[in-house]
């Protein structure tokens, strides 16, 4: 009860505008920086090669909410392409990640699909990749929709499925051969849509695994759950998925330990690496998500 509550709380903050707007001028606080890797390229990239140096790979993603206008969905646009330059200048093993509302999905889906083929022609000069971020579900059939289009003409692009959804099962049948990042779901779903419980959650999110990984297709496992890892795991064993069919995936800053341990068996663990001024939101969800990360803040703040 008191766990829902706080959850909801710090759901709550997320959205809230004006504390938005003041945290880009604080700096990170808080212990944000735990889970936010900096707030400039620069800092984002020091960190990628840190984390690259214990074998590990990244995705970094340019944090960004509330983007309203024309001009704010192409400056994020532009963040994104600097942030692929800025992967290849310093030689970094990162790709990225994006939320198409970042780039004016609630905007107009033409500017959206062009900030997209923006991006997705500096990442192929790179040889590098893109991955969309799954939003909540009222952007779920647009974001398969675009990436359905987008994928006629690269290779170097795709998307994240969430096991909380209904409808998944029958996304994963039609998406062989697309690489697909699997997560449980982060969002608060009606139970229209979503399994309101987390055993129908976690089942289907092994099932869904499984059916991606047989089909031969890419998949990124992304979870701090050990159940699920240790299912993966098993599963690739057994059927002998080669290694260089998955990957794991987790938040930077999330489970340290488990992920260099997973690099070090041998694993593809990518670290998936948030920066920026925009990051209140952001931390705000890392919060509601655990009831001990705000244990941790708030040792933080006492001890400063
Ligand atoms: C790389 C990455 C990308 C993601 N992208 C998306 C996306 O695009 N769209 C989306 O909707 N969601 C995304 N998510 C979030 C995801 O949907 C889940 O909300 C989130 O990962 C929590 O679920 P979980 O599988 O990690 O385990 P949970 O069900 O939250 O936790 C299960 C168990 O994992 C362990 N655990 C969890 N957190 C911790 C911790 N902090 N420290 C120690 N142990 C812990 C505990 O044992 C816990 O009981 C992403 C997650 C990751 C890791």
Redesign the pocket.
């Known amino acids: 009860m008191m766990e829902t509550t706080m959850k909801n709380f710090f759901l709550f903050l997320s959205q809230n505008k004006l504390m938005n707007q003041a945290a880009k001028k604080w700096g990170l606080r808080f212990g944000a920086n735990r889970f936010v890797a900096g707030e400039t390229i620069r800092e984002a990239i020091q960190k990628v090669q840190n984390l690259n140096e214990k074998g590990l790979v990244c995705?970094l993603d340019h944090l960004g909410e509330f983007v309203f206008s024309r001009e704010e969905a192409i400056e994020s646009a532009d963040y994104c392409v600097k942030t692929l330059d800025a992967i290849h200048q310093a030689g970094v093993n990162s790709n990225l990640?994006l939320?198409l509302t970042q780039i004016g999905l609630d905007i107009d889906i033409d500017l959206c699909r062009s900030n997209m083929r923006r991006i997705l022609d500096t990442a192929k000069k790179y040889g590098n990749f893109v991955?969309?971020?799954?939003?909540?579900y009222g952007h779920c059939q647009q974001t398969l929709d675009l990436l359905e289009e987008l994928r006629r003409d690269y290779d170097n692009v795709g998307?994240?499925i969430?096991?909380?959804l209904y409808r998944t099962e029958k996304d994963i049948e039609k998406m062989k051969g697309v690489s697909l990042?699997l997560?449980?779901?982060?969002?608060k779903e009606s139970p229209e849509v979503a399994y309101p419980d987390?055993k129908d959650?976690?089942e289907n999110?092994k099932k869904i695994i499984k059916m991606h990984l047989l089909s031969g297709s890419y998949t990124?496992i992304?979870?701090?759950?050990?159940?699920?890892i240790e299912y993966t795991k098993r599963l690739v064993e057994e059927y002998k998925i080669p290694r260089d069919q998955f990957e794991f995936?987790?938040?930077y800053?999330?489970?340290t330990q488990?992920q260099v341990e997973l690099a070090r068996q041998g694993y593809t663990m990518?670290?998936?690496v948030p920066y920026g001024n925009d990051w209140y939101g952001y931390f705000m969800r890392?919060l509601a998500?655990?009831p001990?990360?705000v244990a941790f803040v708030l040792k933080g703040m006492v001890s400063k």
């Open positions: 995705t990640s939320k991955r969309i971020d799954m939003e909540d998307t994240v969430q096991a909380y990042r997560v449980k779901g982060a969002y987390k959650v976690d999110y990124a992304a979870s701090h759950d050990d159940q699920i995936q987790m938040l800053g999330i489970r488990a990518r670290v998936y890392r998500e655990r001990a990360n």
